[in-house]
């Protein structure tokens, strides 16, 4: 018996030992576990119970002011009475048709723009939901038996059984809708549409004192809905039209139902927008949309676990959108705006061609664009009318043969390349090569022995043609001869050196769509081409194009980038002033071009002449002498490719200047396409009365 006794007590140690041991495993095994539900995913788990997120949300912050230079209004924000509604994670179907309907008693939402949301899907859903009955009779026994053999699971099942019944509604019972259903049903569209978490407006526009009112005081029956303030883009200057001054250029923004555009979704999405968001879909508004946007105001919401949310928190307060500050003179702008309606509208009369107009105006020596201006005349074809658009941006997306104002460009091309030197005689008389027309200046018998400021002041076509001929290594013209020059090398010398000037090549202006122009790159077909581009009436340039080249010429042979904003200012909320500005925008000069500051200055002479002096083609109409005005005149024959199903040779008449020609502040091109004949002189009228338009609104401000 003491034996027995003994071995028990020998193996209790030993069963106690292994009984430790299993309940340390067991506690190391929980405790492995409460470490992996800590650590791995204890956020999982801790989201499931308070469900916070931080959601950007769309709080109608203002979007930033443009300004003029001197510190005028051009565009604002108009605010608005605004109803959103912003749906939860956890809202039903039925529930978000039952705060329509209500909201339909509420509110109007009854006109063709309000219904235009509404699609055919739209009605077929609403009609589902309206007539369950009607709809459940759509599909028979017969159909679900079919449906079932294809052993489809339960969702694919009332997928197809839902399609089934869709297909089956008939046009008549698709619009058998009353006024007040589709009311409903536009209101649902609206906020059926919204990203969870996100507000939706519902109505923004003509929501008049007593719908804000008394949908403010129903807000706790509408779950989701609420009444706050929003915005509108306006202009502030308009034309006799009723246009926007400078339109065009200014762009246009999104509208709430249009939203982010598809082409730029993902881009603006990654940086924080929503899907409704308003955003620049065009020129300036696009091209500082990272500006004028401002910052949205970041909201926490806390949601319980079926979604809903039970508690807003302010993360981040919104804050307007910065203000831009244009290079433009609004009032300039105007005026110049009008001086092509009045001019260009008078010259038009009897030209079936003629429907456009451009003036550009710059600050040859900053790059700041003071005015931007262009019109065109379109056929209505249901009033039987023409109406006025603004066309500012043909300036940059249009392209047109300049002819002879480009032939400062040719001159200072042949004294560098050595092909003429200053002072140069040629003699100036109509060429005959072999094969081909004559070859002549405008005034048929030519001008003689003549000079290089001599060729300028008179618009020589001969002189440029035999330095384009030195260009390309052809030295002496041989009457009834051929035409033996290099022409793609010669085609090369002169696109290289046109192309220091801006010409052929993009100004860099801040928008967005600007063309290069057309013919850089071509080999022209024969060489009397590589005569034509000597003259202006080969490639074919935009009137900004044009301007940078005669603002490289006035400011002694730098070319600048134009641009349109020159400051950005941070939001002033205490008064209509500027507030502090956050960056300048500094002039930008893109090079120096390759040619002696002697051989600038004669060009320059030439250009003076052009205007000052008698027989200069621009001295009769240019009249006003006290503002030391220079330029070039231009006329070209060129083919008609505007809008008309035609294409009849027509003239195209331009002109380049800058003023005061000793210490120069503002260069302009003028360039009207299309004209039947060549003896139009509203390049020049139009010309004479900007550079008027301009000293005197200086003279007018120095008082």
Request: hydrophobic content about 35%; glycine content about 8%.
């Amino acid at each position: 018996m003491k034996k027995i006794g003994k071995d028990k007590s020998r193996y209790l140690p030993l069963r106690i030992n292994i009984l430790f041991f299993v309940v340390f495993i067991l506690f190391s095994t929980l405790v492995v576990r409460l470490g992996m539900v800590q650590i791995v995913s204890g956020e999982n788990y801790l989201s499931e119970i308070e469900q916070k997120v931080i959601i950007p949300i769309n709080s109608s912050v203002p979007r930033g002011k443009i300004y003029d230079t001197f510190g005028k209004l051009v565009v604002g924000n108009k605010p608005l009475k605004a109803i959103t509604y912003t749906r939860s994670n956890s809202v039903t179907h039925d529930e978000m048709v039952d705060i329509a309907t209500k909201l339909a008693k509420l509110i109007s939402k009854d006109t063709e723009e309000d219904f235009r949301i509404i699609k055919n899907r739209d009605r077929q859903d609403f009609w589902i939901i309206k007539h369950p009955n009607e709809a459940k009779a759509k599909v028979t026994k017969a159909d679900k038996d079919r449906l079932k053999k294809k052993k489809l699971d339960n969702k694919e099942f009332d997928k197809e059984i839902y399609d089934l019944t869709r297909a089956r509604i008939t046009e008549k019972e698709l619009h058998s809708f009353s006024k007040q259903e589709l009311e409903v049903l536009a209101i649902f569209c609206e906020i059926s549409s919204g990203t969870a978490l996100t507000p939706q407006i519902i109505k923004n526009k003509n929501v008049t004192d007593k719908e804000y009112a008394v949908v403010s005081e129903n807000l706790d029956s509408l779950p989701g809905v609420e009444t706050t303030t929003d915005w509108d883009r306006y202009y502030v200057f308009k034309d006799k039209e009723g246009n926007g001054t400078l339109s065009s250029v200014l762009g246009k923004i999104t509208s709430s139902k249009e939203g982010l555009p598809k082409d730029k979704l993902d881009y603006l999405l990654a940086r924080g927008y929503s899907r409704n968001d308003r955003v620049g879909k065009s020129y300036l508004e696009m091209q500082y949309e990272d500006i004028l946007q401002g910052q949205k105001e970041v909201i926490k919401n806390i949601t319980d676990k079926s979604g809903s949310v039970i508690d807003s928190n302010v993360f981040r307060e919104g804050k307007s959108g910065k203000n831009l500050v244009l290079s433009i003179d609004i009032d300039l702008q105007q005026k110049v705006e009008q001086i092509i309606q009045d001019k260009f509208g008078k010259a038009k009369v009897g030209q079936p061609y003629m429907d456009r107009a451009f003036v550009s105006v710059m600050n040859p020596k900053t790059g700041e664009m003071l005015a931007m201006a262009g019109k065109q005349y379109i056929k209505n074809n249901e009033t039987n009318k023409t109406d006025i658009v603004d066309f500012a941006l043909g300036n940059m997306t249009t392209s047109y043969s300049m002819g002879s104002a480009v032939k400062g460009a040719t001159v200072l091309t042949g004294y560098q390349t050595g092909a003429i030197s200053p002072g140069d005689i040629q003699y100036d008389q109509p060429l005959k090569f072999k094969g081909t027309n004559v070859k002549k200046s405008w005034n048929t018998v030519g001008f003689g022995r003549i000079n290089d400021l001599y060729a300028l002041k008179r618009s020589s076509n001969v002189y440029m043609f035999l330095t384009a001929m030195k260009i390309g290594g052809q030295q002496i013209y041989v009457p009834d001869g051929p035409l033996r020059i290099d022409k793609i090398a010669a085609i090369t010398k002169l696109r290289y050196n046109f192309a220091q000037f801006g010409l052929g090549i993009k100004t860099g202006i801040d928008l967005p769509g600007e063309q290069n122009g057309f013919g850089a790159g071509q080999i022209p077909p024969e060489s009397g081409k590589v005569l034509d581009f000597a003259i202006g009436q080969y490639d074919t340039y935009t009137p900004l194009q044009l301007l940078q080249y005669v603002s490289t010429i006035a400011n002694g042979g730098y070319r600048i980038q134009p641009h349109l904003v020159k400051e950005i200012r941070e939001p002033n909320y205490n008064s209509d002033e500027l507030g502090p500005i956050f960056s300048e925008i500094k002039p930008k000069i893109y090079n120096r071009i390759d040619m002696k500051a002697d051989w600038i200055k004669r060009v320059q002479d030439g250009f003076k002449m052009v205007v000052n002096e008698p027989q200069g083609t621009g001295y009769g109409y240019i009249t006003n002498k006290q503002y030391k005005i220079a330029g070039k005149t231009g006329t070209a024959q060129a083919l008609y490719d505007g809008p008309l199903p035609v294409h009849p040779m027509t003239w195209n008449v331009t002109f380049v200047g800058y003023a005061p020609y000793d210490n120069p502040e503002i260069a302009i091109s003028v360039v009207v396409p299309w004209s039947t004949t060549d003896k139009v002189h509203t390049n020049l009228e139009i010309a004479n009365e900007v550079f008027k338009a301009y000293f005197d609104l200086k003279e007018m401000r120095a008082k």
